[in-house]
C-alpha cells in the first residue's frame, strides 16, 4: 500500500515540528494548564495547514510549471534551429513552412501539443494518502 509519493512525507514532519513548537512555546510562555496546551497545538496545527499549503502548491504545481516552461522553450529552440536549416516538418513528408509566420503557427502548434500531456504528468505528483498535499493543508 502507497502511504506517501514524492516528497509529500515532509508534510507529517512539517507537521509535528510546528505543532510541537507552537505548543510548547504557548505552554512555556503562559503557563503548563491543559486547556493552554491543547489551544497550542490546536494553533500549532492551523499553521502547520497553512505551511503545507504553500509547500504543497510550490511542489505540486509551481516546480513542475516552471519545469515545463523550461522544456517547452528548449524544444522552440531546437525546432527553431532545423527552421533555420530548412528541416523542419510538421509531420514526415510534410512540405516545409514557407514563411517565418507560418513556420511560428507551426512551431508553437507542436511546442503546445507536445508538452500537454507532460504539464498533466508533472501536476500533483506529491500525495499523502492519495491527497495532493496542497489539499491536505488548505483543507
Not at 5 to 34: H, K, M, Y
Not at 70 to 88: C, L, P, S, T, Y
Request: glycine content about 10%; proline content about 4%; overall charge positive.
Amino acid at each position: 500500500m502507497i502511504i506517501w509519493r514524492g516528497w509529500s512525507i515532509l508534510s507529517v514532519f512539517i507537521t509535528l515540528l510546528i505543532a510541537g513548537i507552537v505548543a510548547s512555546s504557548l505552554n512555556a510562555l503562559l503557563g503548563s494548564d491543559s486547556t493552554m496546551l491543547l489551544s497550542g497545538y490546536g494553533l500549532g496545527l492551523l499553521l502547520a495547514g497553512l505551511a503545507n499549503y504553500f509547500f504543497g502548491r510550490q511542489v505540486n504545481a509551481v516546480a513542475p510549471a516552471k519545469k515545463v516552461e523550461a522544456i517547452k522553450e528548449q524544444m522552440r529552440h531546437e525546432m527553431w534551429n532545423r527552421v533555420a536549416q530548412g528541416a523542419f516538418q510538421v509531420t514526415p513528408g510534410a512540405a516545409p513552412p514557407a514563411t517565418r509566420e507560418e513556420a511560428h503557427q507551426r512551431v508553437e502548434y507542436l511546442v503546445e501539443r507536445i508538452s500537454a500531456d507532460g504539464t498533466k504528468g508533472l501536476r500533483n505528483i506529491h500525495i499523502l494518502l492519495f491527497i495532493p498535499v496542497q489539499w491536505i493543508g488548505g483543507r
